[in-house]
């Protein structure tokens, strides 16, 4: 099949082979998707070829399908399939998604559908739901091998070869004890290059770099992305290995992360999507906009006070918008800066002041640069060398003040435990436009004898 076949393409493409019962066109259409695309496709699909899709793909195509739709697709699916099709499909999942799709279930519903799969995958899920929201313990999952610390490479390459199709990935293999205490990792290129009747303890590395099951997932996302793993051992208090977390499960975990910063920067606080009813939408924006709202009043009301400054000298009408937004501007970056920042370390006293520092000069020098720059203008093209000091000087200022405005704001809130990312963004914008705005007419105030 050509890739250039739009995707509108192949979704009549199954669709024709399934009006006909072509079962191996359907299977010839299926062999060049990925399971993601499966799953678009599947989900454009109308509800009256929906049954007989399913009908069509063997298990590991149903099990792929299952792990790339939400929650709610899934519980149909199963329903659909019976009893005999989501026991070999559950049985086929990985541990983690499985655990994610039972995670908002009824306690029944949960029992019913663990009694369908294998003992250990049970134990192995019902333990990882009872782990705490976003931490370690719930990303994990069982696909992987382990190898006692006794054997030999030959007992270990005949070990990967009887678990190589369950197992996720086989770029590492952990090394542990007879408590399955987890003792060392060794990989499988130095499997291959050893020789077989070495024994494993004697060539594998002693230094494990791993995560305790109630880190934050956010934490195991940054040891992963820092060593460049594949995946992560996690280990119970006592260094029983426990699972491992994947590198495309903390994808998923940065992506959601990331948008929930979007979200509350744009000050929604919960996530909005095409799906949302108006009302709940609304809702959910409207605490954080009413507070600005009478904060922006205050806005209005430093205009009105110098009213009679803006009539003796147009021209400052003007250049308040541009004061106004470049600060609001300069601020919002020096906020992504530090919410960044605090998503990827954790910041101490030092680097706080190193930070703030930094930030400072970055408003110094694009403070002056740009108060320079404006000074230029407002004297060519209004012939006022008063007018350019106080448009520039009012920009160097409010520059400097939003830089740093958007760096202290978030850090005082993260230091109160309060979620920077919820209100800097719409707080910072509202606070710099006040305070440029009394800079500004203060200044023109200040000098309104030399303007007019």
Not at 156 to 162: L, T, V, W, Y
Not at 297 to 318: K, P, W, Y
Request: charged share 20%.
């Amino acid at each position: 099949m050509s890739t250039a076949i739009r995707e509108d393409e192949i979704t009549l493409a199954l669709i024709q082979s399934l009006q006909e019962g072509n079962s191996n066109e359907f299977q010839a259409i299926l062999s060049e998707l990925q399971p993601y695309d499966m799953g678009v496709h599947y989900r454009h699909l109308p509800e009256k070829h929906r049954n007989k899709f399913l009908l069509y793909l063997t298990i590991f195509q149903l099990t792929d399908l299952m792990q790339e739709l939400p929650k709610t697709e899934q519980a149909e699916i199963l329903q659909k399939l019976g009893v005999e099709k989501s026991k070999k499909v559950l049985d086929r999942m990985d541990n983690d998604d499985l655990a994610l799709f039972l995670d908002d279930l009824e306690p029944d519903r949960i029992n019913e559908l663990l009694s369908q799969i294998n003992q250990d995958d049970s134990k192995f899920v019902q333990r990882t739901i009872n782990y705490p929201p976003e931490t370690a313990g719930r990303l994990m999952n069982n696909r992987y091998v382990w190898i006692p610390r006794h054997y030999t490479i030959r007992d270990a390459i005949d070990k990967i070869k009887h678990f190589a199709e369950i197992a996720e990935y086989l770029n590492y293999l952990y090394v542990v004890d007879e408590d399955k205490k987890l003792r060392g990792v060794i990989s499988y290129k130095d499997l291959i290059l050893g020789n077989l009747e070495d024994k494993v303890e004697d060539i594998m590395y002693n230094r494990v770099v791993k995560a305790d099951v109630l880190m934050d997932q956010e934490d195991v996302a940054h040891i992963i992305s820092r060593y460049d793993f594949v995946t992560l051992p996690i280990v119970e208090h006592d260094n029983t290995l426990a699972g491992v977390v994947t590198v495309d499960d903390v994808i998923d975990v940065v992506m959601q992360e990331a948008n929930e910063d979007i979200e509350k920067l744009s000050a929604s606080g919960k996530s909005i999507d095409f799906n949302t009813p108006a009302w709940t939408a609304a809702y959910r924006r409207l605490p954080w906009l009413i507070l600005l709202l009478f904060i922006g009043l205050f806005s209005g009301s430093i205009i009105s006070r110098f009213e009679d400054t803006l009539q003796a000298v147009v021209a400052l009408t003007f250049f308040m918008p541009l004061i106004a937004g470049m600060t609001g501007n300069t601020g919002t970056q020096s906020l992504s800066v530090v919410v960044r920042g605090l998503a990827s370390q954790k910041l101490d006293f030092k680097q706080t002041v190193k930070l703030i520092i930094r930030e400072l000069w970055v408003g110094i020098i694009i403070g002056v640069i740009c108060s320079v720059l404006i000074l230029l203008i407002a004297y060519v093209w209004q012939g006022s060398f008063i007018l350019g000091i106080v448009v520039g000087g009012s920009l160097l200022m409010t520059l400097i003040i939003g830089t740093l405005a958007g760096t202290i704001i978030p850090l005082i809130l993260y230091r109160f435990n309060i979620d920077p990312a919820v209100a800097s963004g719409p707080l910072i914008t509202t606070i710099n436009d006040i305070l440029s705005l009394l800079i500004y007419f203060g200044m023109a105030t200040l000098f309104i004898s030399q303007l007019m």
